[in-house]
């Protein structure tokens, strides 16, 4: 099975801080990754489909990119509301990362 | 718009079966597949398969020997059923629609709001 690490598992920012968070797959995934935002109590929600395709209704602050084993979640300038955990999820084996938590520095 | 709406039993004995139901409504079953994630208290998700309106299934490895998915057109619904639970199934439950298709994927769009179930005596 393909393994999906991410780093860090924890990452302190300040609103208005640039973020990037890495996904890397144990082998090639192409470009078949997504990336997830989940707040506390919630269900998921979708912020990129097939590495850097951004989801309808999703800010544009939020971006992906990469492709093969390394992808990247890029937040622009962090809003209040970014605060969540985040995951990467490759669509082969629909195996998700570990999850990263954006925290309030 | 498209909603998911989860149900079954918030309480299941160990040794016996999960059963969930996942009811789509304001839009079609048709050409998606639908998931289930599921996520352990504090803990990361978890994928557990997905079935599409024809009965197709896909299932995460680690679970296919106890997993079954089942779809119900006629009344816009998708069941999950999980046999011989121990307490390591206790987790929060999603149903998703899943943007799947022949040559493409681009995720899980929609999801439900999530229902708890404990595994416990």
């Known amino acids: 099975d393909i393994q999906m690490t991410q780093s860090p598992s924890t990452l302190s920012a300040s609103v208005g801080d640039r973020v990037t968070i890495t996904c890397r797959a144990s082998q090639s995934v192409s470009t078949w990754l997504a990336w997830y935002q989940q707040k506390p109590g919630k269900a998921p929600k979708l912020l990129i489909y097939?590495?850097?395709s951004l989801e309808t209704g999703v800010p544009s602050r939020f971006s992906g990119s990469g492709s093969g084993t390394e992808f990247t979640l890029t937040i622009s300038s962090l809003q209040p509301d970014d605060f969540a955990t985040y995951y990467c999820q490759h669509y082969n084996s629909y195996s998700f990362g570990q999850g990263t938590k954006l925290e309030i520095k | 718009q498209v909603q998911l709406q989860e149900s079954g039993p918030g309480l299941v004995k160990p040794s016996e079966t999960l059963s969930l139901t996942c009811t789509v409504s304001?839009?079609?079953?048709?050409?998606?597949?639908w998931s289930w994630i599921r996520q352990p208290a504090g803990k990361g998700l978890e994928w557990i398969g997905h079935?599409?309106?024809?009965?197709?299934?896909n299932y995460n490895a680690s679970l296919k020997s106890r997993v079954t998915m089942s779809v119900d057109t006629s009344k816009s619904q998708f069941s999950l059923s999980l046999r011989s639970v121990t307490a390591a199934d206790t987790a929060v439950y999603y149903c998703a629609r899943d943007r799947l298709g022949l040559n493409y994927n681009y995720g899980m769009d929609v999801w439900g709001q999530g229902t708890t179930v404990t595994v416990s005596s």
């Open positions: 079935i599409n309106n024809r009965g197709s299934t």
């Open positions: 097939k590495a850097s």
């Open positions: 304001g839009g079609s079953i048709s050409s998606y597949y």
